[in-house]
């Protein structure tokens, strides 16, 4: 069975900084796909950005990137120049096709303050 | 507009009383999906559902019953809710079905349930 986990709670970054956020995975499916979801306080899932196991590059969304290592089933999320409306609850999930179950962690409260 | 529905977004209700929230899609997509979240817990997929009429069991589907007799619709039924299933529930759905599809899950806006 697949498991997600991420271990930071919660963190604490001001306007402008950067954070990243830790993510860990355990499988033994050599392919599959790992995604951050964001949810702010409007509850609604957002995708932030996906990245497929077999791409060695790593994803990039606007101020959102990824580092990717799969020998170390590690996949941490940079939020860089913080804005205050970046202030939500993240959620890394993997899943072995795209489309289907995801497996989410326990998610991490990023807190930005002015 | 592509969009994932539920109703209600909020339900408070009581022990044994029987409830069904709806979940709708109007971008003709095959999957569907129920993921409930709980603090500290992250989500957890409750059912799922690959086409019309074919179902099954995700990870937590005790006390949960679901059907898709339509291919936008996929209601999930609390035939004798209990306090344990207080939770917020999502929906979500995807078109593709089958390896090597990379598509997006559309999430549904969620349900905040909670059993007295």
């Known amino acids: 069975a697949q498991t997600v986990t991420q271990s930071q709670p919660e963190m604490s970054v001001q306007e402008a900084e950067t954070v990243t956020l830790s993510c860990t995975y355990d499988?033994?499916?050599?392919?599959?796909?790992l995604f951050w979801y964001k949810q702010p306080p409007s509850r609604q899932m957002i995708l932030v950005i996906r990245?497929?196991?077999?791409?060695?590059q790593n994803a990039t969304e606007n101020r959102f990137s990824v580092n990717f290592q799969k020998a170390a089933k590690s996949f941490s999320l940079k939020i860089s120049d913080s804005q205050l409306g970046d202030t939500a609850m993240y959620f890394c999930?993997?899943?072995?096709?795209?489309?289907?179950?995801?497996?989410f962690g326990a998610g991490t409260q990023v807190v930005v303050t002015p | 507009e592509a969009q994932v529905t539920q109703n209600p977004r909020y339900l408070i209700t009581v022990t044994g009383k029987k409830l069904t929230v709806t979940c709708s899609q109007n971008?003709?997509?095959?999957?569907m999906s129920w993921y409930r979240q709980d603090p500290g817990l992250g989500l957890r997929q409750i059912y799922y559902?690959?086409?019309?009429?074919?179902?099954d069991k995700g990870d937590v589907p005790e006390g949960y019953k679901v059907s898709r007799k339509e291919k936008r619709n996929f209601p999930l039924i609390l035939e004798s809710p209990s306090p344990n299933q207080t939770s917020l529930y999502f929906c979500a759905s995807s078109a593709t079905v089958g390896r090597g599809g990379e598509d997006t899950q559309y999430f549904g806006p969620g349900t905040r349930l909670t059993v007295l």
């Open positions: 559902s690959m086409n019309v009429e074919v179902t």
């Open positions: 990245q497929e196991a077999y791409k060695q």
């Open positions: 999930a993997f899943a072995t096709d795209s489309w289907g179950k995801l497996q």
């Open positions: 971008m003709n997509h095959e999957y």
């Open positions: 499988t033994s499916e050599n392919n599959y796909y």
